[in-house]
């Protein structure tokens, strides 16, 4: 059974900074494409990060220079390391992966695409 535990997140002041952690149980990091979606209030859930097998990896662009996706495949550990947070990057972050072996990560992500999910993490950036 695959399992996504997040840990991490919180609140943080404009400006600052966060790590997200993934730890994946039953599930393979080295072998599949793995991303952070996040879902502000009112709002859908919409990609934030991707990085695959290849070592591509893809940010959306309200987050470029500012996040950085990362992972352990020895420990099947995903990270995100958010940093000049604004608030509108307030949301609950989920880490996910892909179910199919080697799929690439693309500039835009598809929700459905994804097969398995994390708890979800608040994150909340106020002054």
């Known amino acids: 059974q695959v399992r996504l535990g997040q840990f991490g997140g919180g609140s943080a002041l404009p400006g600052g900074s966060l790590r997200l952690s993934c730890e994946a149980s039953?599930?393979?990091?080295?072998?599949?494409?793995v991303a952070w979606f996040r879902q502000a209030p009112g709002k859908e859930r919409e990609g934030v990060a991707c990085?695959?097998?290849?070592?591509?990896?893809t940010y959306a662009d309200s987050v470029k220079g500012r996040f950085t996706i990362s992972k352990d495949n020895d420990q099947d550990r995903l990270y995100l390391q958010m940093n000049s947070l604004k608030s509108e990057d307030t949301a609950i972050y989920y880490c996910t992966g892909d179910e199919d072996w080697g799929r690439r990560c693309h500039a835009v992500l598809i929700e459905s695409d994804f097969n398995y999910w994390g708890q979800g993490t608040q994150v909340t950036v106020s002054s």
């Open positions: 039953g599930y393979s990091y080295r072998q599949h494409r």
């Open positions: 990085i695959d097998i290849y070592g591509t990896v």
